[in-house]
Protein backbone atom coordinates (compact mmCIF):
# COMPACT_ATOMS: atom_id res chain seq x y z
CA UNK A 1 0.00 0.00 0.00
CA UNK A 2 2.80 2.32 0.87
CA UNK A 3 4.65 2.39 -2.24
CA UNK A 4 1.78 2.21 -4.25
CA UNK A 5 0.97 5.65 -2.56
CA UNK A 6 4.25 7.01 -3.25
CA UNK A 7 3.61 6.48 -6.64
CA UNK A 8 0.70 7.66 -7.14
CA UNK A 9 1.72 10.65 -5.79
CA UNK A 10 4.95 10.64 -8.38
CA UNK A 11 1.87 10.31 -11.23
CA UNK A 12 -0.12 12.94 -9.51
CA UNK A 13 3.21 15.23 -9.20
CA UNK A 14 4.29 14.78 -12.73
CA UNK A 15 0.43 15.26 -14.34
CA UNK A 16 0.66 18.61 -12.80
CA UNK A 17 3.97 19.15 -13.92
CA UNK A 18 3.01 18.25 -17.59
CA UNK A 19 -0.17 20.21 -17.43
CA UNK A 20 2.31 23.69 -16.15
CA UNK A 21 4.81 23.05 -18.86
CA UNK A 22 3.56 21.49 -21.56
CA UNK A 23 0.02 20.59 -21.84
CA UNK A 24 -1.23 24.24 -22.58
CA UNK A 25 -3.75 23.32 -19.76
CA UNK A 26 -4.67 26.91 -17.60
CA UNK A 27 -2.20 29.42 -16.36
CA UNK A 28 -0.96 28.82 -12.67
CA UNK A 29 -3.40 31.55 -9.89
CA UNK A 30 -1.66 35.35 -10.84
CA UNK A 31 -0.12 34.78 -7.30
CA UNK A 32 2.00 32.00 -8.43
CA UNK A 33 3.51 33.60 -11.45
CA UNK A 34 6.31 36.57 -11.56
CA UNK A 35 4.68 40.08 -12.85
CA UNK A 36 6.90 41.79 -15.14
CA UNK A 37 6.46 44.82 -17.50
CA UNK A 38 5.84 43.27 -20.78
CA UNK A 39 5.06 39.81 -23.09
CA UNK A 40 5.05 39.76 -26.71
CA UNK A 41 3.92 36.99 -28.69
CA UNK A 42 4.18 35.58 -32.10
CA UNK A 43 3.46 32.47 -34.12
CA UNK A 44 7.45 31.74 -35.11
CA UNK A 45 10.25 33.61 -32.39
CA UNK A 46 13.20 33.92 -34.36
CA UNK A 47 16.09 34.48 -31.51
CA UNK A 48 18.29 34.73 -33.81
CA UNK A 49 20.68 33.11 -31.18
CA UNK A 50 24.16 30.99 -32.56
CA UNK A 51 21.84 27.70 -32.64
CA UNK A 52 19.46 29.44 -34.71
CA UNK A 53 16.73 28.52 -32.42
CA UNK A 54 13.39 28.98 -34.03
CA UNK A 55 10.30 28.96 -31.59
CA UNK A 56 6.30 28.42 -32.64
CA UNK A 57 3.34 29.57 -30.46
CA UNK A 58 6.78 31.49 -29.05
CA UNK A 59 6.53 35.07 -26.91
CA UNK A 60 9.54 37.00 -25.36
CA UNK A 61 9.29 37.54 -21.27
CA UNK A 62 10.46 41.53 -20.32
CA UNK A 63 11.12 43.28 -17.97
CA UNK A 64 13.33 46.46 -16.37
CA UNK A 65 14.41 46.85 -20.12
CA UNK A 66 15.95 43.24 -20.38
CA UNK A 67 14.74 40.03 -22.31
CA UNK A 68 14.36 37.67 -19.28
CA UNK A 69 12.67 34.83 -20.76
CA UNK A 70 12.16 33.00 -23.78
CA UNK A 71 9.80 30.04 -25.08
CA UNK A 72 6.83 28.69 -25.79
CA UNK A 73 3.48 30.92 -25.01
CA UNK A 74 2.17 28.49 -22.39
CA UNK A 75 5.74 27.87 -20.47
CA UNK A 76 6.11 31.98 -20.30
CA UNK A 77 2.48 32.70 -19.81
CA UNK A 78 2.84 29.46 -16.43
CA UNK A 79 5.97 31.33 -15.25
CA UNK A 80 5.02 35.23 -15.49
CA UNK A 81 2.12 37.56 -15.68
CA UNK A 82 2.44 40.90 -17.73
CA UNK A 83 1.55 44.99 -17.14
CA UNK A 84 1.19 44.74 -21.14
CA UNK A 85 1.19 42.51 -23.73
CA UNK A 86 1.31 42.58 -27.98
CA UNK A 87 -0.48 39.49 -29.58
CA UNK A 88 1.24 37.48 -32.16
CA UNK A 89 -1.15 36.04 -34.25
CA UNK A 90 0.22 36.03 -37.76
CA UNK A 91 3.24 37.47 -36.70
CA UNK A 92 7.18 36.84 -36.41
CA UNK A 93 9.01 38.32 -33.20
CA UNK A 94 12.59 38.37 -34.11
CA UNK A 95 15.08 41.32 -32.72
CA UNK A 96 15.23 44.33 -34.32
CA UNK A 97 17.55 45.22 -37.56
CA UNK A 98 20.90 46.97 -36.61
CA UNK A 99 21.56 49.56 -39.37
CA UNK A 100 25.97 49.72 -39.20
CA UNK A 101 26.08 52.60 -41.46
CA UNK A 102 24.27 55.78 -42.09
CA UNK A 103 23.96 59.47 -42.06
CA UNK A 104 20.63 60.17 -40.27
CA UNK A 105 20.24 63.89 -40.73
CA UNK A 106 21.19 63.59 -44.92
CA UNK A 107 17.27 62.31 -44.70
CA UNK A 108 16.35 66.07 -45.27
CA UNK A 109 18.64 65.69 -48.54
CA UNK A 110 16.70 62.82 -49.70
CA UNK A 111 16.45 62.71 -53.81
CA UNK A 112 18.87 65.70 -53.71
CA UNK A 113 21.36 64.55 -56.23
CA UNK A 114 20.89 61.28 -57.63
CA UNK A 115 22.49 59.26 -60.58
CA UNK A 116 26.20 60.43 -60.26
CA UNK A 117 29.47 58.76 -59.70
CA UNK A 118 30.73 58.95 -55.72
CA UNK A 119 33.61 61.56 -55.82
CA UNK A 120 31.75 63.88 -58.04
CA UNK A 121 28.66 63.48 -56.04
CA UNK A 122 30.67 64.17 -52.91
CA UNK A 123 32.85 66.98 -53.97
CA UNK A 124 30.44 69.04 -56.36
CA UNK A 125 27.22 68.38 -54.07
CA UNK A 126 27.16 67.04 -50.99
CA UNK A 127 30.11 68.43 -49.44
CA UNK A 128 29.17 72.07 -50.92
CA UNK A 129 25.36 71.85 -50.31
CA UNK A 130 26.42 70.72 -46.04
CA UNK A 131 28.20 73.72 -45.83
CA UNK A 132 25.73 75.69 -47.49
CA UNK A 133 22.70 74.08 -45.52
CA UNK A 134 23.26 71.98 -42.70
CA UNK A 135 23.39 73.48 -39.15
CA UNK A 136 22.30 72.80 -35.69
CA UNK A 137 18.69 72.29 -36.44
CA UNK A 138 18.99 71.00 -39.78
CA UNK A 139 20.62 68.15 -37.96
CA UNK A 140 17.77 68.00 -35.35
CA UNK A 141 14.60 67.55 -37.84
CA UNK A 142 16.88 65.24 -40.07
CA UNK A 143 17.60 63.08 -37.72
CA UNK A 144 13.99 62.97 -36.41
CA UNK A 145 13.03 62.15 -39.98
CA UNK A 146 15.21 59.63 -39.63
CA UNK A 147 13.97 57.97 -36.19
CA UNK A 148 10.67 58.28 -37.61
CA UNK A 149 11.62 55.82 -40.61
CA UNK A 150 13.85 53.40 -38.82
CA UNK A 151 11.06 52.99 -35.91
CA UNK A 152 8.56 52.26 -38.82
CA UNK A 153 10.79 50.10 -40.55
CA UNK A 154 12.06 47.70 -37.24
CA UNK A 155 15.60 49.46 -37.00
CA UNK A 156 16.20 49.39 -32.87
CA UNK A 157 20.13 50.71 -33.61
CA UNK A 158 22.66 51.98 -35.89
CA UNK A 159 25.75 53.73 -36.61
CA UNK A 160 25.17 57.54 -37.55
CA UNK A 161 27.74 59.15 -38.54
CA UNK A 162 27.46 62.94 -38.82
CA UNK A 163 27.87 66.59 -37.94
CA UNK A 164 26.61 68.35 -34.90
CA UNK A 165 26.43 64.92 -32.61
CA UNK A 166 24.76 66.65 -29.78
CA UNK A 167 22.21 66.99 -31.53
CA UNK A 168 22.12 63.46 -33.09
CA UNK A 169 22.53 62.00 -29.93
CA UNK A 170 19.80 64.23 -28.52
CA UNK A 171 17.06 63.37 -31.08
CA UNK A 172 18.21 59.35 -30.97
CA UNK A 173 17.65 59.59 -27.22
CA UNK A 174 14.00 61.45 -27.46
CA UNK A 175 12.67 59.55 -30.11
CA UNK A 176 13.87 56.00 -28.17
CA UNK A 177 16.05 54.05 -30.54
CA UNK A 178 19.72 52.89 -29.82
CA UNK A 179 22.70 54.56 -31.87
CA UNK A 180 26.31 54.76 -32.00
CA UNK A 181 26.74 58.14 -32.37
CA UNK A 182 29.87 59.18 -34.46
CA UNK A 183 30.94 63.04 -34.80
CA UNK A 184 32.30 62.67 -38.37
CA UNK A 185 35.58 64.25 -38.71
CA UNK A 186 36.79 65.64 -42.32
CA UNK A 187 39.98 67.87 -43.19
CA UNK A 188 38.30 70.73 -45.14
CA UNK A 189 35.70 73.04 -43.53
CA UNK A 190 32.41 70.81 -42.36
CA UNK A 191 28.98 72.12 -41.15
CA UNK A 192 29.88 71.96 -37.12
CA UNK A 193 33.96 73.36 -37.59
CA UNK A 194 36.50 75.11 -39.89
CA UNK A 195 39.37 72.74 -39.22
CA UNK A 196 39.64 69.08 -39.23
CA UNK A 197 41.42 70.05 -35.77
CA UNK A 198 38.40 71.58 -34.56
CA UNK A 199 36.57 68.91 -35.78
CA UNK A 200 38.45 66.66 -33.52
CA UNK A 201 38.42 68.40 -30.89
CA UNK A 202 34.73 68.58 -30.37
CA UNK A 203 34.52 64.90 -31.10
CA UNK A 204 36.48 64.26 -28.09
CA UNK A 205 34.08 66.92 -26.22
CA UNK A 206 31.27 64.94 -27.43
CA UNK A 207 32.79 61.35 -26.22
CA UNK A 208 33.48 63.43 -22.75
CA UNK A 209 29.79 64.62 -22.12
CA UNK A 210 28.12 61.28 -23.54
CA UNK A 211 30.37 58.63 -22.35
CA UNK A 212 28.48 57.46 -19.04
CA UNK A 213 25.23 59.30 -19.80
CA UNK A 214 22.76 56.74 -21.45
CA UNK A 215 22.79 53.16 -22.02
CA UNK A 216 21.42 53.90 -25.60
CA UNK A 217 23.96 56.32 -26.95
CA UNK A 218 27.27 54.91 -27.52
CA UNK A 219 29.69 57.66 -28.22
CA UNK A 220 32.52 56.82 -31.00
CA UNK A 221 34.51 58.96 -33.06
CA UNK A 222 34.47 59.24 -37.11
CA UNK A 223 36.96 59.38 -39.55
CA UNK A 224 35.37 60.70 -42.97
CA UNK A 225 37.77 58.25 -45.48
CA UNK A 226 41.42 57.76 -46.07
CA UNK A 227 40.94 59.66 -48.92
CA UNK A 228 39.58 62.64 -47.43
CA UNK A 229 41.86 63.16 -44.55
CA UNK A 230 45.71 63.65 -44.59
CA UNK A 231 47.92 61.00 -42.25
CA UNK A 232 48.13 63.25 -39.94
CA UNK A 233 45.14 63.84 -39.04
CA UNK A 234 44.34 60.22 -39.40
CA UNK A 235 46.60 59.61 -37.14
CA UNK A 236 45.84 61.89 -34.36
CA UNK A 237 42.16 60.02 -34.96
CA UNK A 238 43.25 57.16 -34.04
CA UNK A 239 44.98 58.41 -31.07
CA UNK A 240 42.33 60.46 -29.69
CA UNK A 241 39.76 57.49 -30.31
CA UNK A 242 42.29 55.29 -28.29
CA UNK A 243 43.29 57.34 -25.63
CA UNK A 244 39.74 57.30 -24.80
CA UNK A 245 38.67 53.72 -25.61
CA UNK A 246 36.14 54.51 -28.05
CA UNK A 247 35.34 52.88 -31.60
CA UNK A 248 35.93 54.79 -34.86
CA UNK A 249 33.63 54.67 -37.48
CA UNK A 250 34.97 55.07 -41.06
CA UNK A 251 34.23 54.69 -45.03
CA UNK A 252 36.70 52.26 -46.51
CA UNK A 253 37.64 50.47 -49.72
CA UNK A 254 34.69 52.18 -50.78
CA UNK A 255 35.61 52.99 -54.47
CA UNK A 256 38.00 52.22 -57.20
CA UNK A 257 39.09 56.00 -56.81
CA UNK A 258 39.88 55.20 -53.39
CA UNK A 259 41.66 52.58 -54.03
CA UNK A 260 44.04 54.41 -56.34
CA UNK A 261 44.27 57.62 -54.70
CA UNK A 262 45.65 55.43 -51.64
CA UNK A 263 48.33 53.49 -53.92
CA UNK A 264 49.55 56.65 -55.15
CA UNK A 265 49.44 58.12 -52.09
CA UNK A 266 50.60 55.96 -49.37
CA UNK A 267 51.61 52.44 -51.51
CA UNK A 268 49.16 50.57 -49.95
CA UNK A 269 45.88 49.64 -49.81
CA UNK A 270 43.36 51.63 -47.63
CA UNK A 271 43.18 48.56 -45.17
CA UNK A 272 46.79 48.28 -45.16
CA UNK A 273 47.05 51.85 -44.28
CA UNK A 274 44.64 51.61 -41.57
CA UNK A 275 46.71 48.84 -40.17
CA UNK A 276 49.88 50.77 -40.00
CA UNK A 277 48.38 53.29 -38.44
CA UNK A 278 47.17 51.53 -35.30
CA UNK A 279 43.60 51.61 -36.51
CA UNK A 280 42.69 47.82 -36.47
CA UNK A 281 43.57 47.13 -33.02
CA UNK A 282 40.68 49.73 -32.54
CA UNK A 283 37.22 48.81 -32.28
CA UNK A 284 37.08 49.60 -36.06
CA UNK A 285 33.67 50.12 -37.64
CA UNK A 286 34.28 49.92 -41.02
CA UNK A 287 31.60 50.99 -43.88
CA UNK A 288 31.70 49.70 -47.39
CA UNK A 289 34.33 47.40 -48.06
CA UNK A 290 33.65 46.64 -51.69
CA UNK A 291 37.18 46.36 -52.62
CA UNK A 292 39.33 44.37 -50.16
CA UNK A 293 42.41 42.22 -51.13
CA UNK A 294 42.88 38.52 -50.32
CA UNK A 295 45.48 39.81 -47.52
CA UNK A 296 43.28 42.70 -46.55
CA UNK A 297 40.47 40.27 -45.86
CA UNK A 298 42.87 37.92 -43.83
CA UNK A 299 43.85 41.17 -41.90
CA UNK A 300 40.58 42.31 -41.19
CA UNK A 301 39.60 38.97 -40.11
CA UNK A 302 42.76 39.08 -37.82
CA UNK A 303 41.47 41.72 -35.97
CA UNK A 304 37.47 41.56 -35.66
CA UNK A 305 37.29 44.63 -37.49
CA UNK A 306 33.51 45.27 -38.26
CA UNK A 307 32.90 45.46 -41.85
CA UNK A 308 29.20 47.13 -42.52
CA UNK A 309 27.92 46.13 -46.54
CA UNK A 310 25.66 48.72 -48.15
CA UNK A 311 24.26 47.00 -51.23
CA UNK A 312 21.76 49.95 -52.47
CA UNK A 313 24.39 52.83 -51.71
CA UNK A 314 27.30 50.81 -53.33
CA UNK A 315 24.89 49.80 -56.00
CA UNK A 316 23.45 53.28 -57.26
CA UNK A 317 26.88 55.27 -56.58
CA UNK A 318 27.86 52.51 -58.97
CA UNK A 319 30.67 51.81 -56.18
CA UNK A 320 31.50 48.28 -56.66
CA UNK A 321 30.33 45.49 -55.65
CA UNK A 322 31.24 44.15 -52.11
CA UNK A 323 32.63 40.48 -52.04
CA UNK A 324 31.11 39.28 -48.92
CA UNK A 325 30.75 35.69 -49.36
CA UNK A 326 34.31 35.73 -49.40
CA UNK A 327 34.98 38.20 -46.34
CA UNK A 328 32.48 35.73 -44.41
CA UNK A 329 34.61 32.56 -46.15
CA UNK A 330 37.63 34.30 -44.21
CA UNK A 331 36.02 35.00 -41.25
CA UNK A 332 35.18 38.89 -41.57
CA UNK A 333 32.50 40.12 -38.93
CA UNK A 334 29.87 41.48 -41.86
CA UNK A 335 26.51 43.61 -40.95
CA UNK A 336 24.32 45.35 -43.20
CA UNK A 337 23.64 49.23 -43.59
CA UNK A 338 21.38 51.53 -45.79
CA UNK A 339 23.87 54.51 -45.73
CA UNK A 340 22.52 58.20 -45.82
CA UNK A 341 19.21 58.43 -47.36
CA UNK A 342 21.44 61.09 -49.85
CA UNK A 343 22.49 57.80 -51.95
CA UNK A 344 20.18 55.24 -51.04
CA UNK A 345 16.98 56.88 -50.83
CA UNK A 346 15.45 55.18 -47.43
CA UNK A 347 16.46 53.57 -44.69
CA UNK A 348 14.66 50.61 -45.21
CA UNK A 349 16.81 47.70 -43.84
CA UNK A 350 14.89 45.24 -45.45
CA UNK A 351 15.59 46.44 -49.04
CA UNK A 352 19.25 46.35 -48.30
CA UNK A 353 18.65 42.70 -46.20
CA UNK A 354 16.94 42.00 -49.45
CA UNK A 355 19.80 43.01 -51.63
CA UNK A 356 22.88 41.81 -49.86
CA UNK A 357 21.15 38.55 -50.47
CA UNK A 358 20.38 38.98 -54.22
CA UNK A 359 23.78 40.90 -55.34
CA UNK A 360 26.05 38.38 -53.62
CA UNK A 361 24.29 35.62 -55.69
CA UNK A 362 24.27 37.23 -58.78
CA UNK A 363 28.01 38.65 -58.53
CA UNK A 364 29.47 35.08 -57.19
CA UNK A 365 27.02 32.96 -59.97
CA UNK A 366 26.12 31.03 -56.71
CA UNK A 367 22.60 31.12 -55.94
CA UNK A 368 23.54 29.68 -52.44
CA UNK A 369 25.60 32.29 -51.04
CA UNK A 370 24.21 34.56 -48.65
CA UNK A 371 20.92 31.97 -48.18
CA UNK A 372 18.05 34.01 -45.76
CA UNK A 373 19.39 33.12 -42.64
CA UNK A 374 22.60 34.14 -42.86
CA UNK A 375 22.28 37.50 -44.74
CA UNK A 376 19.04 37.96 -41.83
CA UNK A 377 22.17 37.32 -38.95
CA UNK A 378 23.81 39.84 -40.40
CA UNK A 379 21.08 42.36 -39.63
CA UNK A 380 20.91 41.06 -36.48
CA UNK A 381 23.58 39.10 -33.91
CA UNK A 382 26.45 39.35 -36.61
CA UNK A 383 25.16 43.13 -37.26
CA UNK A 384 25.53 43.94 -33.72
CA UNK A 385 28.58 42.25 -33.15
CA UNK A 386 30.48 44.04 -35.89
CA UNK A 387 29.75 47.50 -34.51
CA UNK A 388 30.51 46.52 -30.98
CA UNK A 389 26.92 46.05 -29.49
CA UNK A 390 26.84 41.90 -29.50
CA UNK A 391 26.74 41.55 -25.58
CA UNK A 392 23.58 44.27 -25.65
CA UNK A 393 21.71 43.53 -28.58
CA UNK A 394 21.37 41.35 -31.50
CA UNK A 395 19.50 38.09 -30.56
CA UNK A 396 16.61 37.27 -28.52
CA UNK A 397 17.64 35.62 -25.37
CA UNK A 398 17.50 36.33 -21.71
CA UNK A 399 20.07 38.69 -20.51
CA UNK A 400 20.20 41.35 -23.71
CA UNK A 401 18.46 44.42 -23.72
CA UNK A 402 15.07 43.99 -25.02
CA UNK A 403 15.25 45.62 -28.63
CA UNK A 404 12.67 43.70 -30.35
CA UNK A 405 10.46 43.66 -33.04
CA UNK A 406 7.13 42.17 -34.48
CA UNK A 407 6.47 41.42 -38.23
CA UNK A 408 3.25 40.56 -39.56
CA UNK A 409 3.19 38.25 -42.43
CA UNK A 410 -0.83 37.69 -43.05
CA UNK A 411 -1.35 39.57 -45.91
CA UNK A 412 -1.94 37.95 -48.85
CA UNK A 413 0.94 39.07 -50.52
CA UNK A 414 2.91 37.12 -48.07
CA UNK A 415 0.97 34.18 -48.34
CA UNK A 416 0.58 31.42 -48.26
CA UNK A 417 4.00 30.67 -45.90
CA UNK A 418 6.21 28.00 -45.51
CA UNK A 419 9.40 29.52 -43.91
CA UNK A 420 9.26 32.54 -42.20
CA UNK A 421 13.06 33.36 -43.02
CA UNK A 422 12.33 33.54 -46.44
CA UNK A 423 9.49 35.45 -46.02
CA UNK A 424 11.69 38.27 -44.41
CA UNK A 425 14.23 38.34 -46.83
CA UNK A 426 12.52 38.05 -50.03
CA UNK A 427 9.09 39.74 -49.09
CA UNK A 428 9.02 41.46 -46.19
CA UNK A 429 9.30 45.57 -46.21
CA UNK A 430 8.97 48.11 -43.69
CA UNK A 431 5.44 48.74 -43.68
CA UNK A 432 4.84 44.88 -42.62
CA UNK A 433 6.43 45.67 -39.41
CA UNK A 434 3.71 46.53 -36.90
CA UNK A 435 5.73 46.30 -33.49
CA UNK A 436 9.45 47.90 -32.51
CA UNK A 437 10.46 47.75 -28.90
CA UNK A 438 13.71 49.52 -27.90
CA UNK A 439 15.50 48.37 -24.34
CA UNK A 440 11.54 47.26 -23.20
CA UNK A 441 9.97 50.38 -24.26
CA UNK A 442 7.20 50.01 -27.00
CA UNK A 443 7.87 52.80 -29.48
CA UNK A 444 5.21 51.60 -32.12
CA UNK A 445 2.21 49.51 -31.63
CA UNK A 446 0.28 48.65 -34.68
CA UNK A 447 2.27 50.95 -36.81
CA UNK A 448 1.57 54.06 -34.41
CA UNK A 449 4.20 55.78 -33.14
CA UNK A 450 2.83 57.54 -29.87
CA UNK A 451 6.03 59.49 -28.99
CA UNK A 452 6.40 61.09 -32.22
CA UNK A 453 4.28 64.07 -33.66
CA UNK A 454 4.02 63.19 -37.05
CA UNK A 455 2.28 66.41 -38.40
CA UNK A 456 4.88 68.88 -37.02
CA UNK A 457 7.79 66.56 -38.36
CA UNK A 458 6.09 67.10 -42.05
CA UNK A 459 5.72 70.80 -41.65
CA UNK A 460 9.26 70.88 -40.42
CA UNK A 461 10.58 68.80 -43.35
CA UNK A 462 8.02 70.83 -45.59
CA UNK A 463 9.83 74.17 -44.31
CA UNK A 464 13.61 72.72 -44.85
CA UNK A 465 12.83 71.68 -48.28
CA UNK A 466 12.31 75.43 -49.34
CA UNK A 467 15.08 76.59 -47.03
CA UNK A 468 17.65 73.58 -49.37
CA UNK A 469 16.08 74.66 -52.27
CA UNK A 470 17.33 78.47 -51.23
CA UNK A 471 20.44 77.45 -49.73
CA UNK A 472 22.26 74.93 -53.13
CA UNK A 473 19.65 76.45 -56.02
CA UNK A 474 17.87 72.89 -56.04
CA UNK A 475 18.19 69.31 -56.92
CA UNK A 476 21.98 68.64 -58.65
CA UNK A 477 20.24 66.30 -61.50
CA UNK A 478 19.05 69.66 -62.48
CA UNK A 479 22.35 71.94 -62.05
CA UNK A 480 24.44 69.01 -63.76
CA UNK A 481 21.82 68.69 -66.76
CA UNK A 482 22.70 72.55 -67.41
CA UNK A 483 26.12 72.12 -67.19
CA UNK A 484 27.97 72.05 -70.37
ZN1 LIG B 1 28.44 56.68 -45.63
Redesign the pocket.
Known amino acids: MRSLSVAARRLAALCLGLSLCACGAEAPATEDRTEIALIVYGDVVMTMDVDGTEIADGAVAIDDGAIIAVGTASEIDATFTAADTVSGDGRVVMPGLVNG???AAMSLLRGIADDLELIEWLERFIFPAEVAVVDEEFVRIGTRLACWEMIRGGTTSFVD?YYFPDAMAEETLACGLRGVIVPSVIEQKSPDAETGAESLAQAVDFVRRWRDRDGRIIPAIGAHSVYTLSRPRLEEIQAAAAAEGVPVSI?VSESAFEIQVTAANHGMTPVELLDDMGYLDLPLIA??MVYPSESDMALLAEHGVGVVH?PT?NMKLASGVSPVAAMLEAGVRVGI?T??AA?NNDLDMWEDVRLAALLSKVSTGDPTALPARQVLDMATRSGARAIGLGELVGQLVPGKRADVIQVDLTELDASPRFDAASHLVYVTDADDVVTTIVDGQVLMREREIPGMDAEALRRDVAQWRERIIAATGGPAQAARNESP
Open positions: HTHMHAHNSGDGS
